[in-house]
């Protein structure tokens, strides 16, 4: 049984009270400017019903695909600074009630990002002052599966912390990995995608995401490397690596 933590509930109320109003198909990130004083964007991904897959047609010649940037309050790209900086901390705040299979998978959901991240390190720590904070709960919001919260200021700061809420109840290893890879690619500064097979996409948890591992794709690099507030590739150019960082045949 895992406790939900009292403290936070006013601010997922405040969170989500932006990101419900944020449609399933919207790709920019709500500002919560003048709500909450240096919250500067946040992302609550729903909804996870019964796991149907839809068919989606491959004719995919001569588009583009698109993932975009969190925003600081400045409405700068939201990064970590690079400079100095080789590591990112992350903590989970409690493992209470979590099995040891679902733990794994959850640190793997954050290391993955180790394969494709170009500026520096995903290294989990103790300290209170990790860089992201994952919480576990049972529940988040009605329809709610998972949160990131970016706290960025102006680009000259960067983003000085990221909070990443999942809602586990009933959810096995492959899919609390990948939830856990998406909302960590919110926290690393990263928007949504609107490739329907990339980690980043929208409408991930709606997917019958509990069958295999979804790993973060070159299009995912792309964003992160780019610094732009949206990216685009040719769609025939998104590879999906495999969740060991090789490219899937
Ligand atoms: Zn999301």
Redesign the pocket.
């Known amino acids: 049984m895992i406790t939900p933590h009292q403290t936070i509930l006013p601010f997922l109320a405040v969170a989500f009270s932006l990101t419900l109003f944020h449609s399933a198909g919207a790709e920019t990130c709500p500002k919560a400017g003048g709500v909450e004083a240096g919250a500067s964007c946040e992302?609550g991904?729903g909804v996870r019903t019964g796991h149907t897959h839809a068919s989606e047609s491959h004719g995919d010649a001569g588009r583009m695909v698109h993932i975009h940037r969190m925003t600081c309050d400045d409405g700068a790209v939201a990064r970590w600074k690079p400079v100095g900086r080789d590591v990112v901390t992350f903590k989970v705040k409690d493992w209470a009630g979590v099995s040891l299979e679902v733990a794994l998978a959850i640190r793997r959901g954050v290391l993955r990002w180790n394969r494709v991240q170009p500026f520096y390190v995903m290294w989990e720590t103790t300290r209170e002052d990790a860089d992201i904070t994952i919480e576990l709960l049972d529940d988040l919001l009605p329809g709610i599966v998972?949160a990131?919260k970016v706290k960025c200021r102006n680009a000259r700061e960067g983003i000085r912390k990221a909070y990443v809420f999942l809602a586990l109840k009933g959810v096995g290893a492959v899919e609390a990995q990948n939830m856990t890879a998406?909302?960590i690619g919110?926290a690393m500064g990263l928007g949504?995608s609107d490739h329907s097979h990339d980690l980043?996409d929208?409408k991930?948890a709606e997917k019958n995401i509990d069958k295999r591992m979804i790993c973060p794709s070159n299009l995912n690099r792309a964003g992160l490397i780019a610094g732009m507030h949206s990216v685009a590739i040719p769609a025939e150019e998104w590879t999906e690596t495999d969740c060991w960082g090789r490219r899937s045949g």
Request: proline share 0%; aromatic share 0%.
């Open positions: 992302h991904d998972g990131a998406h909302e919110h949504h980043m929208a991930l």
